[in-house]
């Protein structure tokens, strides 16, 4: 079965979508193909990328593994793929083909394990509908924020970034607030948002007010700047965390952490709030 392919999607990736499946539907190990990504809501563009999951007959699936390169290759003009353990999830393979650029990330998964996802694919085409029954077996879950946990973690983090701008290691110090933003403060502001918790992914569209907010994490390379930032992270942090998680040692650690933040700021000159 051979699912329609929205007109909204772009013409390059329409074009590579049609031989995808016409080539990999061909290959007997081979029982389903789905997108998901922006495919999903219809607001791919010129700069999207594809996001596939390609299901595996299990008894084929290690012969498959060994073999996708080879079967990316098989699919255009492929300039470079590499496996994504990078994001925790090496049966990805991402691929850029050439004529014209396009990114395409494959996702290489067993029949049987379909039914974990953090999304609801759409089916393009399977054999005997057996990829629309592996899915029915299991609910899509996106790992959410915890706030517990990021409370447990954040004034440590806090203290150790302003111990980096304290010593001049201003790269080290922009790198971290990166790392706030997308590991705090993107997915709780998505969250509040009604968006997926990814990151900082998409964050202008799906919740701008809060993106312009965000624009005060962004420094520049003078100690003076970082501060400021690190300012804005904590106070948004603040109005956003869930007081329940607060615990008396935790209170404990996020005064000693201003109070360290209030001499960093002294020690560079700059009048503590």
Request: with cysteine; aromatic share 8%; proline share 5%.
């Amino acid at each position: 079965m051979i699912e329609g392919i929205p007109s909204s999607v772009p013409e390059p990736h329409r074009e590579f979508l049609q031989r995808l499946i016409e080539l990999l539907s061909a290959d007997t190990r081979i029982v389903g193909i789905a997108a998901g990504g922006s495919y999903l809501t219809n607001s791919m563009d010129a700069f999207s990328d594809l996001d596939l999951v390609i299901a595996i007959e299990p008894s084929k699936y290690v012969e498959i593994m060994a073999d996708r390169r080879s079967i990316a290759a098989s699919l255009g003009n492929l300039l470079a793929a590499f496996t994504g353990e990078h994001v925790g999830e090496p049966r990805v393979l991402i691929c850029l083909y050439e004529e014209p650029l396009l990114h395409v990330d494959l996702k290489f998964v067993d029949l049987g394990d379909v039914a974990e996802r953090v999304e609801d694919p759409a089916v393009l085409w399977e054999r005997d509908e057996c990829l629309s029954r592996a899915l029915q077996q299991g609910r899509p879950e996106y790992p959410a924020p915890d706030p517990r946990w990021i409370e447990d973690r954040f004034w440590i983090w806090v203290h150790y970034a302003a111990a980096k701008i304290g010593r001049g290691e201003l790269f080290e110090a922009l790198d971290f607030l990166s790392f706030l933003r997308g590991t705090v403060l993107g997915p709780l502001g998505l969250r509040l948002a009604r968006g997926r918790p990814a990151g900082v992914r998409k964050i202008e569209t799906v919740a701008p007010e809060f993106a312009e907010k965000l624009r005060g994490t962004v420094a520049g390379y003078q100690a003076a700047d970082c501060l400021r930032a690190l300012r804005v992270c904590i106070e948004l942090y603040r109005s956003m965390r869930q007081r329940e998680d607060e615990t008396e040692d935790g209170a404990k650690t996020e005064r000693a952490a201003m109070e360290y933040v209030s001499r960093i700021e002294q020690r560079c000159g700059l009048t503590p709030r």
